[in-house]
Nanobody
Framework: HVQLVESGGGLVQPGGSLRLSCAAS????????MAWYRQAPGKERALVAV????????ADSVKGRFTISSSRDNTKNTVYLQMNSLKPEDTAVYYC?????????WGQGTQVTVSS
């Protein structure tokens, strides 16, 4: 089993930056894929970025502005989302997601609001 704790959301002006973090604990050595999704009001949850042993991939809407990365120590595996040049349309609840061969897990979500 994997536990996820997200942090780093908030209010930022257009053009600003935020960094989201998601710390995974528990069965971290079984994790194959880590990703960030977002859900804007009235819209479905959508993939933002994903990272695995093969590299990274991004939604077209965030390419060149967002960067996903990860780090691991003996007790936790952390995935980050560096968000630059933020736009009002990036406003959403952001969720981290990790997948093992047996299951997948969601973080609690963190609100990102881009507004002047």
């Amino acid at each position: 089993h994997v536990q996820l704790v997200e942090s780093g959301g908030g209010l930022v002006q257009p053009g600003g930056s935020l960094r989201l973090s998601c710390a995974a604990s528990g069965s971290i050595f079984s994790i194959d894929v880590m990703a960030w999704y977002r859900q804007a009001p009235g819209k479905e949850r959508a993939l933002v970025a994903v990272i695995n042993s093969g590299g990274t991939n991004y939604a077209d809407s965030v390419k060149g502005r967002f960067t996903i990365s990860s780090s691991r120590d003996n007790t936790k595996n952390t995935v980050y989302l560096q968000m630059n040049s933020l736009k009002p349309e990036d406003t959403a609840v952001y969720y981290c997601n990790v997948a093992t061969r047996a299951d997948y897990y969601w973080g609690q979500g963190t609100q990102v609001t881009v507004s002047s």
